[in-house]
């Protein structure tokens, strides 16, 4: 099972996952993740430059079109039937046609804080940095936005709630600065935001702040695996020093654990690979999840934005 690596320089491959034959088979700039989604043929990779497909295992990619270039987010619908791209500046598409064609999703644009979702730090627009499905409800579309908070649609994207009430307001550059919704369960979310690291457990009505007392507020994405909940963050303004966190408890109590890299490489994406835990660093580090800690698996010559088998 081959390894694909979404980077600030296009995508990478590892054929045998071992870190040791990597090459770049998607020269697509700037790629925010790479995701598989049952039900749906291929890996898809969101960039900069255009939301791209691949059906044999990374080696060949086409352009689906989505009518705006900067692509930040993908998810697919359980049942196949729709598949939901976000972008940059903050608009949402449906595709009826696994892919062929796209549709706007007009409902997104009426959210009452829509006219607040800007910043200066992103060309004063912002992007729907993360989107989340889940199999117990089909229906429900999760949305983060960067900035501006998460927001639910509970008939596939047509209508939507604001649910951001909770979430961080701390100051102009992170209000509602969402980088990540990790979907746990139809009503249950953890939230990577520039400010902290939230649950839900009743699809964003409430929130509850989970790094409390910590001195790493900055989070980029968290992940659960098995039972435990992983997760790393920065110091602000976003810079190192940069920690690692885990979780048995769902959240409840963290430890901190040491990994290579650290300080300086902070860890910004997760996948698991055969029952092995994965994660991929800005300075381009893949590490490992093995009994006794992290080692380094390999190196790829761009930060690391995504990671998933294929």
């Known amino acids: 099972m081959s390894l694909l690596i979404g980077t600030g320089?296009?995508?990478?491959?590892?054929?045998?996952?071992a870190l040791d034959d990597v090459e770049r088979v998607l020269d697509s700039g700037v790629t925010l993740r790479v995701r598989?989604?049952?039900h749906f043929e291929g890996v898809f990779a969101t960039s900069k430059t255009g939301l791209y497909r691949s059906v044999d295992g990374g080696t060949t990619?086409?352009?689906l079109g989505v009518p705006r270039e900067e692509v930040f987010s993908v998810v697919g619908s359980p049942d196949g039937a729709r598949l939901y791209a976000g972008t940059h500046p903050a608009h949402l598409y449906v595709s009826r046609d696994q892919g062929e064609t796209w549709?706007?999703?007009?409902?997104?644009?009426e959210l009452p804080s829509q006219e607040q979702w800007h910043t200066p730090r992103h060309r004063d627009s912002a992007h729907v940095r993360s989107l989340g499905v889940h199999s117990d409800a089909p229906e429900r579309v999760i949305a983060g936005i960067e900035v501006g908070g998460v927001h639910v649609s509970e008939d596939n994207g047509e209508t939507w709630s604001e649910r951001r009430d909770g979430l961080p307001e701390r100051g102009d550059d992170l209000q509602y600065d969402v980088h990540h919704v990790l979907v746990l369960g139809a009503d249950e979310y953890v939230v990577s935001c520039g400010g902290g690291l939230y649950r839900t457990h009743d699809a964003g009505r409430s929130w509850r702040r989970l790094d409390t007392g910590s001195n790493y507020p900055y989070f980029q994405e968290a992940f659960a695996y098995r039972g435990r909940l992983y997760a790393a963050a920065e110091t602000l303004p976003p810079s190192p020093p940069a920690a690692l966190f885990e979780s048995v408890g769902g959240g409840d109590s963290f430890e901190s654990l040491p990994y290579p890299g650290e300080p300086d490489e902070f860890v910004v994406a997760w996948t698991a690979v055969g029952g092995r835990i994965l994660a991929g660093t800005t300075?381009?580090?893949?590490?490992?999840?093995?009994?006794?800690g992290w080692i380094t698996l390999g190196r790829v010559p761009a930060g690391i934005g995504s990671l998933t088998s294929a």
């Open 9 to 17: 320089d296009g995508v990478y491959r590892s054929a045998s996952g």
């Open 36 to 38: 598989t989604f049952e």
């Open 61 to 63: 990619w086409e352009n």
């Open 103 to 109: 549709d706007e999703l007009d409902g997104f644009q």
């Open 283 to 292: 300075k381009g580090r893949v590490i490992a999840r093995e009994d006794d």
